[in-house]
């Protein structure tokens, strides 16, 4: 049971540059997120899915986009990268809306715009 | 729009005393509260959930409160230990919408 996969865990990307950040989950959970953290700061809901099909914006959805066409998948693309997207990404999944199964995160992937 | 304060931002106190950190959530109309631990360049862990009918929960050296009439959540960690040193994370999930709101965090170090 491999929880929630992030990948890359590290990614250096040049301004204007696009890629897709991955997130997959094998716990059958409805409920998937994207956030970013920013150093010494909490973490920001970019965007948040309640099943497959369904997205929806969270704080901070400008320069991403989502889609979710399984349970599994969650990818949160970048299109043209600015510098200030240069942040720690987390992507998190769980069962209910209400949250009482608890959250699972995934461990995050670093990227770099220069 | 939910806002999720901690405070303090930071804390470095010696092995063995007892710590409180504190939250602040100014919607009150919340399902749960919960507690995150994250260590450097790790992802977060769950430590405690408090759903909104319940007072406190408990686990090991850890246990946190819930007041929604004030809007306040207390994490008291006791007997704190150097390996407690790490961020403690505080959320909040809001009946209206289906997003778990952070706090900002608390910076913890506890030195031998």
């Known amino acids: 049971n491999a929880g929630v996969t992030q990948t890359p865990k590290f990614r250096i990307l040049k301004i204007g540059q696009s890629m897709t950040l991955q997130c997959t989950q094998d716990?059958?959970?409805?409920?998937m997120y994207w956030y970013r953290q920013d150093p010494g700061m909490g973490l920001k809901l970019i965007y948040y899915s309640v099943g497959a099909g369904i997205t929806d914006k969270g704080e901070v959805p400008n320069g991403y986009n989502v889609s979710r066409s399984t349970t599994e998948d969650f990818p949160l693309r970048l299109e043209l990268a600015a510098p200030s997207q240069t942040s720690v990404y987390f992507c998190a999944s769980t069962l209910t809306g209400e949250g009482n199964y608890g959250y699972t995160f995934g461990s995050g992937t670093r990227l770099t715009v220069v | 729009k939910q806002e999720v304060t901690q405070i303090p931002a930071a804390l470095s106190v010696p092995e063995g005393e007892n710590l409180v950190l504190n939250c602040s959530f100014t919607d009150s109309a919340i399902y749960n509260l919960q507690w995150f631990r994250q260590d450097p360049g790790k992802g977060l862990t769950s430590l405690l959930l408090i759903q909104s009918s319940q007072r406190e929960q408990t686990s090991g050296r850890l246990n946190a409160s819930l007041d929604k009439s004030s809007g306040r959540s207390t994490l008291y960690i006791a007997a704190s230990q150097p390996g407690d040193s790490a961020t403690y994370l505080c959320?909040?999930?809001?009946?209206?919408?289906?997003?778990?709101?952070f706090g900002t965090g608390t910076r913890l170090q506890v030195f031998p």
């Open positions: 959320a909040s999930l809001s009946y209206n919408t289906d997003k778990l709101i």
């Open positions: 716990m059958n959970h409805n409920y």
